[in-house]
């Protein structure tokens, strides 16, 4: 189900070392706005160290991002996030001192705008934008259908709520380019189920371009538009779903293949 | 309280994310602070403002500077009494040379040039954490205080060292030195604990202050959504000292009436940094509960034994204070590192729930 769309994120020749160890060799790939795009790979294929790169933790030594047709290499976090890419971590990474709210209202930190004095005495902006992007949060709640723990502190909650709160965090943010890393990851059938759906109403009601990583290759292949393969750094193959399920050599990293 | 959470709704976000949501809360504080202007002056007793509420209150302003800086923004300091050092030597300074200035400027400006300090000691935390910090902190304490000791600009060449606060008024009522009332001083001092501690609430619910927590809980994924580390980090640092450089200042003019470097050496900072996790840390409740607990300690220690007719010696009440002090602070990080404040809103929950279990 290829959908056209203008190329949103291009990925051109990217290669990261860690000393000696090449983490990602030569990879190029193009995201496309409005679509979902899978990253698969056995473990330590370099998955997350390319969600890094495109949200600007890593600097890869060669190669260049295009994101909205600025192209960059060298880019600070925070910069990532100004112009438009939120992310969702492997390991959650909440603020476990904080409610659900709290968390989900610092994914609006940037479009926050009051003055230190306007904070300090909560009056104009400082007031006002509270409630105003406490409204845009509560939909965002409403949407992932997290209304009952809203005051809870997030370190209480189960495992698959709180990588709900994170991925309500992320969308907080209204990105362009939401990057999920294993969105899925130790959830039972039906917490992945929940998860599926808020992916693809995100994707379809929100027009919100989604790259993942993902082991789940039932999900994977239900969910995204296009995959790449990666396998030791190197880019193994391209497309959608179907054509990567048939390359042969998608086939042989994942089973193995006899050398003899 | 005589009142349940349950049945108390709200229509409007901006109700909802009022300071104190539940309307008997709102009567309760609106009340106490009224009582703490009217009624305290007309009722207390000399000795109870001068010795007791004055040095709390502004004890709880530093704990509520260092509470921004550790209990918000998660960074260690050992430096808070180095911090108040800056805002006393500097506020005595602003005060005896632009004798027109209003105290009430004066103090605030005390604390501002106290921030400008902190945010210069602050620079490090970008690159060292936790334990480092604190190290790094210290440094501050012992250079400011040698350096205000050392360079006798600071107290207008005084040959003592150690001047005593100019008198100042404020309305007409003199607020500072030795010839104010106590009263006058300790409504003084109220205001600024009522400002600040209601400008630091505003700040804990505010941008601000959730970007101090999104850095204390998990740097990296703060900055990942778009917090700068440094700028944030600095803030805290810049706040947390001008709250400490506030309450310095204060309890030089208004308590001991002198400019002396000893009342603010490295046992404050200690003093301090108990309060704040005594009392609770990321909590403003705790500054206060915190600084009355540990500055009253000794004084209900040392007179508790005559109400019941025994005479301890003084020494012995020093070191029953010293391993208490030690066996509480152990206490509080294992058993329960958010203080009283938590132990506070645990009783509230389990008293919802009274007389049953759960």
Known sequence: MSRPGDILLSVKDISLRFGGVRALTDVSFDIREGEIFAIIGPNGAGKSSMLNCINGFYHPQEGTITFKGTQRRQMRPHEAAAQGISRTFQNIALFKGMTTLENVMTGRMLKMRASLAEQAFYIGRGRQEEIAHREKVEEVIDFLEIQAIRKTPVGRLPYGLQKRVELARALAAEPELLLLDEPMAGMNVEEKEDMCRFVLSTNHELGTTIALIEHDMGVVMDLSDRVVVLDYGKKLAEGTPDEVRGNQDVIDAYLGVSHD | MLYREAGQFKTSYSADQAMLTIPLDRVFVVGLTIFAIVGIPLLASEYLIASIL?????????????????????????????????????????????????????????????????????????????????????????????????????????????????????????????????????????????????????????????????????????????????????????????????????????????????????????????????????????????????????????????????????????????????????????????????????????????????
């Not at chain 2, 800086?69 to 430096?79: K, N």
């Not at chain 2, 902190?118 to 400011?144: D, E, M, W």
């Not at chain 2, 204390?216 to 959504?225: P, S």
């Not at chain 2, 600084?291 to 025994?310: M, R, V």
Request: net charge positive; hydrophobic share 55%.
């Open chain 2, 54 to 358: 004055i040095p709390v209150l502004i004890l709880s302003i530093a704990a509520l500077g260092l509470n921004i800086l550790t209990g918000y923004c998660g960074q260690l300091s050992l430096g808070t009494g180095a911090f108040m050092a800056a805002g006393a030597y500097l506020a005595y300074k602003i005060a005896t040379n632009i004798t027109w200035m209003p105290i009430w400027i004066v103090i605030p400006l005390a604390g501002l040039c106290a921030a400008a300090i902190g945010i210069a000691f602050g620079l490090p935390s970008l690159r060292i954490k936790g334990f480092y910090l604190a190290v790094a902190t210290l440094a501050a304490q012992f250079f400011l205080l040698w350096l205000f000791v050392k360079v006798p600009w600071f107290v207008n060449y005084s040959i003592s060292g150690v001047p005593t606060a100019p008198p100042r008024s404020v309305l007409g009522f003199d607020v500072t030195g030795a010839t104010a009332t106590n009263e006058a001083k300790y409504l003084f001092v109220l205001a600024f604990v009522i400002a600040l501690a209601w400008i630091a609430r505003n700040m804990a619910r505010s941008r601000i202050g959730r970007s101090w927590m999104a850095i204390r809980d998990m740097d990296i994924a703060a900055e990942l959504i778009g917090i700068r580390p440094l700028p944030t980090k600095l803030s805290a640092f810049a706040i947390s000292s001008f709250y400490c450089g506030v309450a310095g200042a204060l309890w030089a003019m208004c308590y001991i009436n002198t400019v002396e470097p000893t009342a603010f050496d490295i046992n404050r900072s200690f003093q301090v940094l108990f309060m704040v996790i005594v009392g609770g840390l990321g909590s403003v409740l705790g500054s206060f509960l915190g600084a009355a607990f540990i500055f009253l300690l000794p004084i209900f220690l040392n007179s508790a034994p005559g109400w019941f007719g025994y005479t301890v010696a003084g020494d012995t009440i020093t070191h029953i204070e010293f391993m208490l002090f030690g066996a509480l602070i152990i206490f509080f990080l294992i058993v329960e590192p958010h203080g009283l404040a938590r132990l506070w809103q645990i009783a509230k929950e389990k008293l919802r729930l009274w007389p049953f279990p759960y």
